[in-house]
Structures are given as structure tokens and as C-alpha cells.
């Protein structure tokens, strides 16, 4: 699990106080892994997805998220698939060119679309923010968390019945990304050539 910098659950709470608006803290020296299966088991989906989205790394939470639009069937459109590969090349080699690259596309990019919220997310994982041609300030460490929980959101919000499913797929996939040994190059290789390989 050397992918998850947290040792409990208190500790991703002390990084990011705003989780506790979203997800009533509870279980403080439990291993946060742990802590996302209980509230699986419990049914409580929306909430262990929330506490995913801020457990794992930036770079992780990026890709996690693009898995799940991908699985979801949301990488369709034109727009979608142009915001869905500036996300993942940057989760793929996250260097501040890629970043910037996501962030210009991020700043026009429709709301409203959950392969947006992808591109935000990277954008959002560090360096800068623009505010106006005269100032620009640091993104807050909780951004690319919230644009993660955004993407997902809105990428629910349009499966209806099969969003149960989809919720329980999602958190599967995080889980699987959270305790991988390997480097998240290997994830994103072996996702390429499932991919070919699919057509």
C-alpha cells in the first residue's frame, strides 16, 4: 500500500479539514483502507467514494478518475475525449507542461461535463492558477480532490439505474489503484493495451 501516504484515517482528516463537511469523521486511528471497505460495507457508497477521492495521491486520484469515466461510458464526445487524454497524459507523466496544457483546456471547457472536471483536476494538482492576466495564485491542496468528486458526480448523475453498480465499480477500481505495489506507469500501460487490444 505504499501508494497511500496516510497511516489513519485521522491523518487524511488533518490534511484536508473540508472532508469533514462531506464525510462526519469517525474511526480516527482505523487504516484508511479499512476505513473505505467499512463504509462500503455499510452501504454508505457516496461517502467512501468521497474519502477516496481525497486519500489517494494526485496523481492516482487523476487516473482513478479517468478509469472510472472510461468504464462508465462517458469518453464519447469529441470535447470529452480532448479532456479525458489531457488528464491521463498528465497522470501518465505529470510535468508542468502537461499541467499547463490541462489547465488551458480546463478554463473553457464545459461545466457540465464530467470529462471537464478530469481536466481540472490535473490542472488543479499544483504550480499555478491564473486569476487574471496580472496575478495568478496556488491552487488549494483540496482542488484536484473536489474536481475528482465532481467528475464522478456528474458521471452518475446520468446513469440512473446502473449508478449503484457504477459506484460500487468505481470504489473497486480505487481500491485496486490504492494498493498496487507497482508503479502507476505499469496501471497505465496495462490500461493501453487492454484498450488496443479491445478495439
Known amino acids: 500500500m505504499r501508494r497511500i501516504r496516510f497511516g489513519t484515517v485521522a ?27 467499512r463504509l462500503i460495507r455499510a452501504d454508505r457508497l457516496d461517502d467512501a467514494l468521497a474519502f477516496m477521492a481525497f486519500l489517494l495521491p494526485r496523481r492516482e486520484v487523476v487516473w482513478w478518475g479517468c478509469r472510472c469515466l472510461m468504464a462508465a461510458g462517458d469518453v464519447v464526445e469529441g470535447a470529452d475525449k480532448r479532456s479525458w487524454a489531457l ?22 471547457a464545459d461545466d457540465s461535463r464530467a470529462a471537464t472536471w478530469l481536466t481540472r483536476a490535473a490542472a488543479w494538482s499544483g504550480g499555478t492558477m491564473v486569476v487574471n492576466e496580472y496575478s495568478a495564485t496556488l491552487p488549494p491542496p483540496d482542488l484536484t480532490a ?3 468528486r465532481a467528475a464522478l458526480s456528474i458521471s452518475l448523475g446520468t446513469h440512473g439505474e446502473i449508478a449503484a453498480k457504477l459506484r460500487r465499480d ?7 489503484i490504492a ?9 497505465l500501460a496495462a490500461f493501453q493495451k487492454k484498450m488496443v487490444a479491445a478495439g
Open 11 to 37: 491523518d487524511v482528516y488533518e490534511a484536508f479539514p473540508a472532508l469533514a463537511k462531506i464525510v462526519p469523521p469517525s474511526d480516527g486511528e482505523r487504516p484508511p483502507l479499512d476505513f473505505v471497505e
Open 87 to 108: 488528464a491521463a497524459n498528465w497522470a501518465r507523466s505529470p510535468d508542468e507542461q502537461r499541467r499547463i496544457a490541462a489547465l488551458d483546456h480546463g478554463d473553457t
Open 146 to 148: 473536489k474536481s475528482i
Open 170 to 176: 468505481f470504489l473497486a477500481m480505487g481500491l485496486e
Open 179 to 187: 494498493r498496487a505495489d507497482s508503479d502507476l506507469a505499469d496501471d
